[in-house]
C-alpha cells in the first residue's frame, strides 16, 4: 500500500488530469440568456461605443456654455429634447429643454439642471419666446460624452469572462443578442453497487436508495457541467467495463464524454467493482489522506479521464468539493470557489492524525459554527443540515471549543 | 418633494409589499434534479429510517463480541456478506467477512476491520473450515445503526429549505423521486423608454440598445424567478397602461403575475411614463436616499404588486440587489443573501452627503478594493468589469486611501 497522497498533491493531480490532451475546446453561439453562468469563449471587442453619443446626464437645459456670462444669462427657450430623438442643432442665445439620457444637440457644451434655472419647472412646449434664466458653467458639465464608457474597437470583456446578468447587460448594451461560449465540459455519471437501487424502486433487506447520483449530478449542474446518467451499475466488472465503453467512442474517433466519475468500489473489500473494471487502463487507486474520501481512484479509461470517488454519500461530496470543483474552478474560471470564512468551534472536536479531516456543519449568524452529525460518511441527513465544511488540518488531532477553524460555505 | 426616504426603509417597504395578500402560496411537484434551487413548501418527514438497516462501517468479519474473550479468539469463517445482500444469522464461533455497508448478520454485534484480523486478507470464499484470529471487541464497533441518521417519521425538512445537492441527495436517500416546492414568483418585466431599442435592430441617432432587460431578467432568473418579458414600451402612458393589463387580469379573476417591475419613467423629467400609466393607481414616487438608484416607484397596479426602477442599467443592478433581492431573501429563503466582506480602498473616495452610495469595485486577492468607473449610472462596462458593490453609508462624504468600506460581493 502506498503512503496516503496529501489533499494538495491529489488536487493538482485532478487538475493535470482535466488539463490534458483530452480537454474540449469546443465553443457554442447562445442567445444571451442562455449563455447566463456560461465562460465567453472569446476575446469581445466593442462594435460601438458606449454611450454611443454625447448625453444628458440631468434633466435641464442644453447651453452653449460661451452663451452665459459669469453671472448667469436670460436665453430663449428652444424645441425640447426628449431621449430617443435626434435634436436640431442649437441655435446661439437658446437653450434646449433637455431630458436625462437624450443627444445633446450640436451647437451645446453643457447642461445646466433644471433645478438651477429659473423658472425651475419646464415651459409648456407649445409655449412660444419663453425665457429661462440659467447660471454660468463650464463645458462638459452634465455631458455624458461619446464612448466614456468604452469606446468603438476597444476590449469589452476578454476570453474566459464569467457571464453574470452585468457580463450580459453589457452584450444587450453593445447591441448584440448572442455570445460565444465554451462548451460545458460532458461528464459520465456512473454510480456503483449491488446494495443500490433507484429511488422509487421498493427496497429490499440489504439495499439502500442511491443518493449518490443525484446529489453529484445536481452538484454538476450548479458547476455548469453537462451530465450523462448511466444508471446504477452492479458489481460485475465486465458489464461496468461495457457501459462505460459504450459512452466513451464515437463513430468519427472522437469521445462522447470528456470525463467519467464513478462512485464505489474504489476501496480494499473482496468486491471493488471499480478497481477491477479499470484493470489495464491507466489508472491509480490510492489512499488521499482526507476523512472522509480517502480511497480514490483517478486516470484515464480508453484515453478518457476518470476519476473514482468513493461510495458514501457524505464521501462522495466531500470528494467533489475538494478535488473536482476546485480544479474546475481552477481550469475554467467557473464555477466561483466557495466562499472562505473562520468560525469559532462550539464544541471541542478531535480528528485522527495524518488525515484532513472535512467535518460539516452550520456557521451560525454569531460566526460560530455547530457539528452536524459525526464524522461517519453515511450520514446525509446530517449532511442536508449543514451549511458549511469544516476543515481540520491533517497535523491537528484536538481542537478546544472556540478554536477557530476554516469553513467553506456550501 | 417629499423627503428621502432611507435605504433600509425602502426595504421594509418592498418586503411588506411582498408579503401581501397576493403573496404567491401555490406549489409545484418536481422531479429531484428540476427541483434544484428551488424552496421545499411542506415539512418532509421521512418515509424510512437512514441507515434502514444495521450495516458495517468497515471491511472486515461480523462478529458476536461475546464469542471473543479479551485476549482473542479464532472464529470459523462463515459465507461472506457482500453489500446488497440479506445474509444468514451468523451461528456462534462463526465471523462473516463482511463488506463496507453490508447487513449485519442476525446474532453479530459487532465488526473486526480486516487489518486487525490474522491472516488480514479475506480468505478465497471456494475454501471451506478456515479459522481466523480475531481481537476481542465491544457490542457496537463499526455497526451503523438503523436509523441512526434519521428515523422513520422524523422531520427530515422543513418546509422553507433552500434545495440544494446535499438536501435533494437526502430526498433520493429516503426514496423519493419528487419534491413538491413552492411555484417561483412570477414577475412581469418592462423597460421602457422611447430612445431604448432591442439589441439587434440597427442603431439611429439619439437610440441606445436595451440593456436593462437582460440585465435584470438574468438577475432574476439567477435569484429562481419566473420572468415574463413584455418588449419595450416607448413613452406614451396609455399603450403601456394596455400592456401591464394585458398582464395581470386572466379570465378567472386571478393575477396572471405576482409582481411588476418597469425601467425608467419614474424621475421628474417632463415625459416619465411610468409616473404617468400609474396615474390613479395606489403607487408612490419617492426619492431613496441613495445613489444611483434613487428615484423609485412603489405600490401597487390593479392590485399586483409594482416596483418601478430608475432607467439607466447601474442604477436597476443597484435597485435589483438593494431592495428586490434582499426582500426574496427574506421572505422566501432564496436567493441567498450576496456575502459581505470589509475591504480596503486602493484610492480615496468621496460621496454626496445624505445618500448611500453604491460605487461598483473589484476586490482584488489581497483584499482591497479597485473602483470601476466612476458614479455614473450609465456606466455599464466598468460594471461588467466589477465583482462587488462597494457601500459608503449615506452620513460619510470622504474615505481616504487604505479605510476599510463594506462590498457585498456579486
Redesign the interface.
Known amino acids: 500500500m502506498s503512503l496516503p497522497r496529501s489533499v494538495a498533491a491529489h488536487r493538482d493531480a485532478v487538475v493535470e488530469l482535466l488539463s490534458g490532451p483530452a480537454a474540449n475546446t469546443a465553443t457554442e453561439q447562445f442567445p ?2 442562455e449563455a ?2 456560461k465562460v465567453l469563449a472569446v476575446d469581445l471587442h ?1 462594435p ?1 461605443s ?4 454625447a448625453n444628458s ?1 440631468m ?1 435641464g437645459f442644453a447651453v452653449n456654455s460661451a452663451d452665459i456670462p459669469d453671472d448667469g444669462a436670460k436665453l430663449r427657450v428652444a424645441a ?1 429634447v ?6 436640431e442643432p442649437l441655435k446661439p442665445g437658446f437653450a434646449a ?1 433637455i ?5 445633446i444637440p450640436e451647437g451645446a457644451d453643457a447642461v445646466v439642471p ?1 433645478e438651477r434655472a429659473l423658472p425651475s419647472t ?1 415651459p409648456n ?1 407649445e409655449a412660444e419666446d419663453v425665457d429661462v434664466l440659467l447660471p454660468a458653467t463650464t463645458p462638459g458639465t452634465y455631458v ?1 460624452h461619446i464612448g ?3 469606446g468603438e474597437g476597444d476590449l ?2 476578454p476570453a474566459g469572462t464569467f457571464l ?14 448572442s455570445a460565444e461560449v465554451r462548451k460545458p465540459m460532458r461528464v459520465l455519471l456512473v454510480t456503483t ?4 437501487l433507484e ?3 421498493s ?17 454538476m ?2 458547476s455548469g457541467l453537462d451530465v450523462v446518467r448511466t444508471g446504477i451499475s452492479d ?1 460485475d466488472p465486465a458489464r461496468l467495463r461495457a457501459v462505460l465503453n459504450r459512452h466513451v467512442a464515437s463513430e468519427d474517433g472522437q469521445h462522447r464524454v470528456d470525463l467519467i466519475v464513478t462512485t464505489g468500489g474504489v ?5 471493488e467493482v471499480v478497481r477491477q473494471a479499470m484493470a489495464g487502463q491507466h489508472v491509480d487507486f490510492l489512499p488521499v489522506a482526507m476523512q472522509p474520501g480517502g480511497p480514490q481512484g483517478i486516470g484515464r479509461f480508453e484515453g478518457v479521464p476518470f476519476l473514482g470517488f468513493p ?3 457524505v464521501s462522495c ?1 466531500v470528494s467533489y468539493e475538494m478535488f473536482l470543483r476546485p480544479a474546475l474552478s481552477q481550469i475554467h474560471g467557473v464555477p466561483a470557489p466557495r ?1 472562505v470564512q473562520r468560525a469559532r468551534l462550539v464544541e471541542p472536536l478531535h480528528s485522527p492524525e495524518g488525515k484532513h479531516q472535512v467535518r460539516r456543519g452550520t456557521v451560525l449568524p454569531d460566526g460560530s459554527v455547530r457539528m452536524e ?1 459525526g464524522a ?1 460518511s ?7 443540515r ?1 451549511n458549511a465544511l469544516v476543515h481540520i488540518p491533517s497535523d491537528v488531532t484536538e481542537l478546544a471549543e472556540g478554536s477557530e477553524v476554516e469553513v467553506w ?2
Open positions: 444571451l440568456l447566463l453562468g466593442a460601438l458606449l454611450p454611443p453619443f446626464q434633466d425640447p426628449p431621449a430617443g430623438a435626434a435634436p429643454p431630458m436625462t439620457g437624450a443627444m433644471i419646464f412646449p455624458r466614456s464608457d468604452i469589452a470583456l453574470g446578468p452585468a457580463q450580459l447587460g453589457l452584450l444587450a448594451a453593445l447591441g448584440l443578442t453497487g449491488d446494495e443500490v429511488p422509487g424502486q427496497l429490499t433487506p440489504g439495499k439502500i436508495y442511491d443518493s449518490n447520483g443525484t446529489l453529484l449530478e445536481a452538484s449542474r450548479q458489481d476501496s480494499k473489500g473482496a468486491y461510495g458514501n454519500p461530496l466562499p452529525g461517519g453515511h450520514l446525509v441527513h446530517a449532511l442536508a449543514s460555505m456550501l
